[in-house]
């Protein structure tokens, strides 16, 4: 029996991916939000649906002083933990945060700040346990600043940036690090504001792949997998023109 | 107060008639739901589910449309009741996927598995066993309504039993069902014992339909409805009950296993003549052809829900889309004499109809807009042609003198003044929408067309 904690178990992309999870045999879940009574659904479909044992756990991102309490009570109710999924994140309109540092400060505090300090704890952890594994969601945004959403990118570059040195740090103990970099997807957070939804992609390919990422113990997931060509291509223009585009 | 904002798009019911611009809201949760709700005051609403029902029922033009597909979580199952309680976006293919291998199956399903909870109530949807089992809403036990006033509140038959009964079958427009708890039944086997006898023409599926159908727990006939002449209305009967496990083959090793069948798609919409007279009659008549007078096993999807196996099958009918049309004609007014009208008019016309089925049904529930009562009904598809809204006046008219109704969930052409007459407790259904929903919150394309709210 294989327990996960799932940080931020409310969005779009967390529920697909817990029930994908939860379809393979002997998952059981810590699931968490600010707000627990929103899993209360969730949590009961999950025992229903596929008889995963499910702990609800209030979790508040910004509140770093507590995070040491919150993950060693974690480890007492669900006993041990095998992985941590992080999947939350917070994305403001680009000219807001431009205009509003509160805004600006509240997306790196949530996408970058807390996850150092919530993924520092539980890398201790598993290192010291020699197993498991880290996975977080960050994006695609965070491989090149644009100006139409770099203080989201450059929240989520930080972000990826700590995984990848966390993922060198725990190599050698055997502690899987996933780092999710989906583009746009059909979610709570784009619906309504993409215009075109052609482009968004389906929420359960995302968790088929995160899915795939953590079987398969890869280390960086584009998502849908095209991302990783078409991110490849932006990466590859040199600066002296790339600041002229419009992309 | 943060707002789920919506996506105005295109938007069709299954018939892919009418297409209407609506401002489609997708919410994730109750809350997301009566934040719409608050947040558009002076805007109409109606909840659509997976988009099943034919043609206007859970379209609303210009105005709102809340999509429920989200809130699709398993609440509780009692073991010992059977009774299982979920968010209305649940399916019921989802119900199957879950429930079957645990040995429980749906205790009604229509056509097709694709279809909410929510709408399966809405719509008070029927199967191959209303004549002995009735309704969808027999099996729900209550469920909570989402009123226009922002209340949420819980109808069965003891409590708000009105309001139960404006819902059951009341189209969306009492308000949005969150939740709904409804029975399931045991099943031995995920197959059913079909037994197949052909009628040559319409007095003999009569004839066989009064002689025993109260002996199969499932009936239903394919007919031949471009068939005239002495074989007018010549039929295939398809009779059946769950299977026991001693029913079943010695090789079969999990008695609750669907086959797995390869999804088949259709990619595009087929040109507008591909359904046509001759290619329907050529079918008509090699189908009727392939069927022998036995008895054999078929599983439950085969059974039920032989479409589903085709994604987006309201695709060969082209991009003018169909209307399906259904119509029931009560017992003691001369049903036969009814259908035989309705089907000559079709076969005069060459209006070729793909899929048509007759079954018997049975008594009326308390549903103020429930369509299903004892006697007879005939369910057609009819392609988008020109001519086609007189003629389905006239078949309303053919339905009305004999003291018939249409299938709400189908009908993409009644006139106020014909469903006023084909639903004589509309009134009473009014009465109790003003109660639950004073402002009119809820109304859809169909309201307005019925005029049920303006």
Redesign the interface.
């Known amino acids: 029996m294989r327990t996960i904690l799932i940080l931020g178990a409310t969005s779009t992309i967390a529920q697909a991916t817990v029930r994908k999870l939860a379809a393979r045999s002997n998952m059981n879940f810590v699931l968490t939000a600010r707000n627990t009574e929103e899993l209360k659904p969730l949590k009961q479909d999950l025992e229903i649906r596929y008889s995963a044992s499910v702990i609800l756990k209030s979790f508040d991102a910004l509140n770093f002083d507590q995070h040491e309490t919150f993950f060693s009570e974690v480890i007492e109710e669900a006993g041990d933990i095998h992985g941590v999924v992080l999947m939350y994140g917070a994305m403001t309109d680009q000219k807001q945060a431009e205009n509003d540092f509160s805004a600006a400060r509240n997306m790196i505090d949530v996408n970058y700040t807390s996850a150092v300090s919530i993924l520092n704890i539980a890398a201790n952890y598993f290192e010291e346990m020699k197993r498991g594994f880290i996975c977080a969601v960050s994006s695609v945004a965070g491989d090149r600043g644009r100006k139409s959403n770099y203080i989201y990118g450059s929240t989520k570059a930080g972000l990826s940036v700590y995984l990848q040195g966390l993922r060198n740090r725990l190599h050698a103990s055997g502690v899987q690090v996933l780092t999710v970099k989906p583009g746009m997807v059909d979610t709570k957070m784009t619906y309504g504001v993409v215009e075109n939804s052609k482009l968004l992609a389906d929420p359960n390919k995302v968790a088929t792949d995160i899915q795939n990422g953590l079987v398969k113990r890869r280390d960086v997931v584009y998502t849908p997998w095209f991302w990783f060509i078409i991110m490849g291509i932006i990466k590859l223009i040199p600066e002296i023109i790339f600041k002229r585009t419009d992309i | 107060m943060k707002v789920?904002?919506?996506?105005k798009k295109k938007i069709s019911g299954w018939g892919n008639y009418p297409v209407e611009s609506c401002f489609v809201y997708?919410p994730?949760?109750e809350?997301d739901i009566h934040d719409i709700i608050e947040g558009t005051q002076d805007f109409s609403h109606i909840a659509y589910g997976l988009g099943r029902s034919y043609a206007d029922t859970a379209l609303n033009k210009d105005q709102g449309v809340i999509r429920l597909e989200?809130?699709?979580?398993?609440?509780?199952?009692d073991e010992d009741q059977r009774l299982l309680t979920c968010?209305a976006g649940v399916t019921l293919s989802d119900i199957i996927d879950?429930f079957l291998p645990r040995g429980y199956f749906l205790p009604v399903t229509p056509g097709t598995k694709l279809v909410t909870v929510g709408g399966a109530i809405a719509n008070d949807v029927h199967g191959k066993n209303h004549h002995v089992d009735g309704c969808f809403s027999e099996f729900v036990t209550s469920f909570d309504l989402l009123t226009g006033s922002g209340e949420v509140m819980t109808c069965s038959r003891e409590e708000n039993s009105e309001v139960f009964w404006a819902t059951v079958g009341g189209i969306g427009l009492t308000g949005i069902i969150l939740r709904a708890t409804i029975s399931l039944i045991p099943v031995e086997s995920a197959f059913i014992n079909v037994t197949y006898e052909k009628a040559g023409h319409l007095d003999e599926a009569f004839d066989k339909f009064i002689e025993n159908d109260q002996n199969y727990k499932y009936s239903v006939a394919w007919i031949d409805c471009l068939s005239s002449g002495s074989s007018l209305g010549r039929s295939v009967l398809m009779r059946g009950d769950h299977a026991k496990q001693s029913d079943l083959p010695m090789n079969v090793q999990d008695p609750y296993a669907l086959p797995n069948k390869f999804p088949l798609k259709m990619p595009v919409h087929a040109p507008g003549m591909a359904l046509n007279y001759w290619s329907i009659s050529a079918f008509n008549q090699l189908y009727y052809s392939s069927f022998k007078d036995e008895s054999k096993l078929e599983d439950l999807t085969s059974f039920f829900h032989p479409l589903d196996a085709i994604d987006d099958w309201n695709k060969l009918y082209g991009r003018n889309g169909f209307v399906q049309y259904q119509a029931v004609f009560p017992k003691d007014q001369q049903p036969k004499e009814g259908i035989r009208k309705l089907l000559e008019r079709l076969s005069s016309d060459k209006r070729s109809s793909f899929l048509a089925v007759l079954k018997s049904s049975g008594q009326a529930n308390h549903g103020m807009l429930s369509f299903p009562m004892e006697g007879y009904t005939l369910a057609l598809d009819i392609p988008n042609k020109k001519g086609l809204f007189p003629f389905l006046k006239e078949l309303d008219e053919i339905v009305l003198a004999h003291g018939g109704r249409v299938y709400l969930a189908k009908d993409a052409s009644l006139d106020e003044e014909t469903f006023k007459q084909m639903y004589p407790r509309w009134e009473e259904f009014l009465n109790v929408k003003q109660q639950v929903d004073p402002k009119g919150v809820f109304r859809s394309s169909m309201s307005r067309r019925l005029g049920l709210t303006d």
């Open positions: 789920t904002k919506p996506v997708r994730e949760n809350t989200q809130l699709n979580h398993f609440l509780h199952f968010e879950v």
